[in-house]
């Protein structure tokens, strides 16, 4: 979660880039297959998970799995890249360049986007507030409403745009993402996934 990179630098027809669509039940078997996929891929992975607003049930998002996965050291991953590209996956260095313990891939099905991998270090803090975020708006209709209604206006204004897109809506992130903070604080919480 948190800003994505603007991976595609010219748009050669209308189509938008940024499309926020109505939940789709299908999206967690979506996940499941690739996690299958990512686990021969990733042997040495020691988590690989959902995330993102197509992780929420119910939650209208971009149809664009989000997927995130720890390993004791991303540099094995980046000498070892055939593996995730044979799976249709294209590394972007420069996605993340402010965190070395985050690297990027996007997945492309039939010419359109349909997943983003995120590889983080075990040690990053990144997974955890991914959990946490996740988790508060599954628990909170309210929050995840205010979510849905921020990306879909983000999205009308910035069809274009991904790296606009995510800007538009960071405002409305960093709310939810101290709100849930709060909500795992206050609540003990221990986030799924562990």
Same mark, same amino acid.
């Given at each position: 979660?948190? %800003?994505?990179?603007?991976?595609?630098?010219?748009?050669?027809?209308?189509?938008?880039?940024?499309?926020?669509?109505?939940?789709?039940?299908?999206?967690?078997?979506?996940?499941?297959?690739?996690? =299958?996929?990512?686990?021969?891929?990733?042997?040495?992975?020691?988590?690989?998970?959902?995330?993102?607003?197509?992780?929420?049930?119910?939650?209208?998002?971009?149809?664009?799995?989000?997927?995130?996965?720890?390993?004791?050291?991303? =540099?094995?991953?980046?000498?070892?890249?055939?593996?995730?590209?044979?799976?249709?996956?294209?590394? %972007?260095?420069?996605?993340?360049?402010?965190?070395?313990?985050?690297?990027?891939?996007?997945?492309?099905?039939?010419?359109?986007?349909?997943?983003?991998?995120?590889?983080?270090?075990?040690?990053?803090?990144?997974?955890?507030?991914?959990?946490?975020?996740?988790?508060?708006?599954?628990?909170?209709?309210?929050?995840?409403?205010?979510?849905?209604?921020?990306?879909?206006?983000?999205?009308?204004?910035?069809?274009?745009?991904?790296?606009?897109?995510?800007?538009?809506?960071?405002?409305?992130?960093?709310?939810?993402?101290?709100?849930?903070?709060?909500?795992?604080?206050?609540? =003990?919480?221990?986030?799924? =996934?562990?």
């Amino acid at each position: 979660m948190g %800003r994505r990179p603007d991976t595609v630098t010219a748009v050669k027809d209308d189509a938008p880039v940024v499309e926020i669509v109505p939940y789709d039940p299908a999206w967690p078997q979506r996940f499941t297959v690739e996690q =299958g996929l990512l686990s021969e891929a990733l042997p040495a992975a020691l988590g690989i998970e959902h995330i993102g607003s197509t992780s929420i049930p119910g939650c209208a998002a971009k149809p664009i799995i989000d997927i995130q996965v720890a390993v004791a050291e991303v =540099g094995a991953v980046v000498a070892h890249l055939r593996p995730l590209e044979q799976l249709g996956y294209v590394y %972007r260095p420069l996605a993340f360049p402010e965190d070395g313990d985050h690297l990027f891939f996007a997945k492309d099905t039939a010419g359109k986007r349909t997943h983003h991998l995120h590889v983080f270090r075990v040690t990053s803090p990144v997974p955890e507030a991914n959990r946490v975020f996740r988790a508060y708006l599954a628990a909170n209709p309210d929050a995840a409403r205010r979510y849905e209604a921020a990306k879909r206006r983000a999205a009308e204004r910035c069809r274009h745009s991904r790296a606009q897109y995510g800007a538009a809506k960071e405002e409305v992130m960093t709310q939810l993402s101290a709100e849930a903070r709060r909500w795992s604080e206050s609540a =003990g919480q221990q986030s799924p =996934g562990e």
